[in-house]
């Protein structure tokens, strides 16, 4: 499948989803809560990779001051978390910004905070603790969550499959050093618990492929698709005892 093919069918196989990955509210308001950020304060917050806007929502309603500038490769899942802002009331403190990630326009020490859940592997976790590091003010903020070995010796199956996918995956003392030695100290880390995988993301997605499949009738490249994410889900199901997302909070020293 080419690659334009691939993240259209994508964005629409995602788009009406809360979550284009897993997560949760409360696993982002526990991540926010290491943050140590005063929650009253104009802060300056990018949200990189926000999809639809599940996390953004719930940074908006929980500072209410900041100006928070939301960042994705697709315009359709900006198009829906604007509407989706305007029904919570907040559109003027949300502004969209269609961009990638590794080609972000902020200035250089012009952000409080930087919010990726579930989306920094796009560009590498290394990659981007580095890249985004000069945004941040001294004292600002990094909350990522990352794909992360929970026992460093998986079994086979699963790690062919995660260093075909993702060769950076590594136990979060690998990458904790990450953070530290691209001048970060850690506030706090936590393991995203497995009903933000099935509840909140597999099950979603699958409730929504029969339309899917529906909208694509007779494209062999939708049912490709539909294919991998019924294996990565099994995958996970299988192995869940094996790797998660962590969520890493660190300050830019």
């Given at each position: 499948?080419?690659?334009?093919?691939m993240?259209t069918?994508?964005?629409?196989?995602?788009?009406?989803g809360?979550r284009?990955?897993?997560?949760?509210?409360?696993e982002?308001l526990r991540?926010?809560?290491?943050?140590?950020?005063d929650?009253?304060a104009?802060?300056?917050?990018?949200d990189?990779g926000?999809?639809?806007g599940?996390?953004t929502?719930?940074?908006a309603?929980?500072?209410?001051?900041?100006?928070?500038?939301?960042?994705?490769?697709f315009?359709?899942f900006?198009d829906?978390?604007?509407?989706r802002?305007?029904v919570?009331?907040c559109?003027?403190r949300?502004?969209?910004?269609a961009a990638?990630?590794?080609?972000l326009?902020?200035?250089a020490?012009?952000?409080d905070l930087?919010?990726?859940e579930?989306?920094?592997?796009t560009?590498?976790f290394t990659?981007?603790?580095?890249?985004?590091?000069?945004f941040?003010r001294?004292g600002g903020?990094i909350?990522?969550?990352?794909i992360?070995?929970l026992r460093p010796d998986p079994p086979?199956?699963?790690?062919?499959h995660?260093?075909?996918?993702?060769?950076?995956?590594?136990?979060a003392?690998?990458?904790?050093?990450?953070?530290?030695?691209?001048?970060?100290?850690?506030?706090?880390?936590?393991?995203?618990p497995?009903?933000n995988w099935?509840?909140?993301y597999?099950?979603?997605?699958?409730?929504?492929?029969?339309?899917?499949l529906?909208?694509?009738?007779?494209?062999?490249?939708?049912a490709?698709l539909?294919?991998m994410?019924?294996?990565?889900?099994d995958?996970y199901?299988?192995?869940?005892d094996?790797f998660?997302y962590?969520?890493?909070?660190?300050r830019k020293?």
């Amino acid at each position: 499948m080419d690659e334009h093919t691939m993240f259209t069918l994508m964005v629409d196989l995602h788009r009406d989803g809360v979550r284009q990955g897993p997560g949760s509210e409360e696993e982002t308001l526990r991540a926010l809560e290491l943050t140590w950020l005063d929650r009253a304060a104009q802060l300056e917050v990018a949200d990189i990779g926000c999809g639809t806007g599940a996390s953004t929502l719930v940074l908006a309603r929980e500072l209410p001051r900041a100006r928070i500038t939301a960042v994705d490769l697709f315009p359709e899942f900006l198009d829906i978390l604007a509407e989706r802002a305007r029904v919570a009331g907040c559109p003027d403190r949300i502004e969209t910004l269609a961009a990638s990630m590794d080609s972000l326009p902020f200035a250089a020490e012009s952000l409080d905070l930087i919010w990726s859940e579930g989306a920094i592997y796009t560009m590498g976790f290394t990659a981007g603790v580095e890249a985004w590091r000069p945004f941040l003010r001294r004292g600002g903020v990094i909350a990522v969550s990352e794909i992360t070995w929970l026992r460093p010796d998986p079994p086979e199956e699963i790690r062919r499959h995660w260093n075909a996918e993702y060769p950076e995956i590594a136990t979060a003392p690998e990458k904790i050093a990450i953070l530290e030695r691209n001048g970060y100290d850690l506030r706090g880390y936590f393991v995203l618990p497995s009903t933000n995988w099935t509840d909140a993301y597999y099950e979603p997605t699958e409730e929504r492929v029969p339309a899917f499949l529906e909208r694509h009738a007779g494209l062999p490249e939708a049912a490709e698709l539909v294919e991998m994410e019924r294996r990565e889900a099994d995958l996970y199901k299988r192995y869940r005892d094996w790797f998660s997302y962590g969520f890493y909070v660190a300050r830019k020293r």
